[in-house]
């Protein structure tokens, strides 16, 4: 669990039976929530897709691209969820780049990025129609990855859930990327089918991260929203 502030003004993680989180209205204590399926179909891929990444880091990658990963992690820290600026290890930012890759059928990069610093994308809006069935995300097509080829937007989904529900951090289920293109960057909305039947006035969660074509990958965006008609 994370404290910050000898009164926890500010709190975040779990420990015993509770979980510290934050929404609009401020930081709050809930009762911890336990996997119900801690061995998913989802949880197993990227059990899978983790261990690969694990394994080419020691066996595949040699000792000048390790060395390349290191100096891109000493160059480029993640910011907490407290605020405060995280220096991940080499193999870690490695590891996170390539299993995104690889989840939504990218091919991962072995060399470190050059340029030190994480991807970013504009914010996006994501909205679901029950009539449609489809997730739409407004993006801004002047982004550097929507330019670039290798490059994408990833695209993930919650769960439908009622209104009142205003925190959901996983699992989320891969609805599709929206690829970079030199030539002819990608039009907007870009349509995906939703991973779930949804009606009208539930609410939802969308999880977006961009990833560069030198494995440069963002931070996430969590968006919500409700179900349209």
């Known amino acids: 669990m994370l ?6 003004t500010q709190a ?26 801690p061995s998913s179909t989802l949880q197993q891929t990227m059990r899978s897709i983790m261990q690969a ?9 040699t000792e000048t691209q390790r060395t390349g990963w290191e100096t891109y992690a000493s160059n480029v820290p993640i910011i907490g969820r407290l605020g405060d600026p995280i220096y991940l290890t080499g193999m870690a930012h490695y590891i996170r780049s390539r299993a995104a890759a690889a989840y939504y059928s990218l091919t991962p990069v072995a ?16 909205s679901i129609s029950e009539a449609t069935q489809q ?21 993930s989904q919650s769960k439908p859930v009622n209104p009142t529900v205003n925190y959901f951090r996983g699992p989320f289920v891969r609805r599709g ?5 030199s030539v002819t960057p990608p039009t907007s909305p870009a349509a995906f089918t939703s991973a779930y039947p949804v009606v009208e006035d539930q609410r939802f969660f969308a999880f977006v991260r961009a990833i560069r074509a030198d494995g440069r990958l963002s931070t996430p965006q969590y968006a ?6």
């Not at 990444?53 to 990658?61: D, E, F, M, Y």
């Not at 919500?224 to 008609?229: P, Q, Y």
């Open 53 to 61: 990444a694990s394994i080419a880091w020691h066996q595949t990658l």
């Open 135 to 155: 997730l739409s995300v407004v993006l801004d097509n002047t982004d550097a990855w929507a330019n670039e080829d290798d490059a994408a937007l990833l695209v």
């Open 12 to 37: 975040s993680g779990s420990v015993g039976g509770f979980t510290a989180a934050r929404n609009r209205a401020g930081m709050y204590i809930r009762a911890r929530a336990k996997p119900v399926d």
């Open 224 to 229: 919500t929203g409700t179900v349209l008609a």
């Open 177 to 181: 990327k929206v690829d970079g293109d």
């Open 3 to 8: 404290i910050k502030s000898a009164l926890i």
């Open 111 to 126: 060399d470190a990025p050059t340029v030190f610093n994480l991807a970013t994308f504009t914010p996006v809006t994501v």
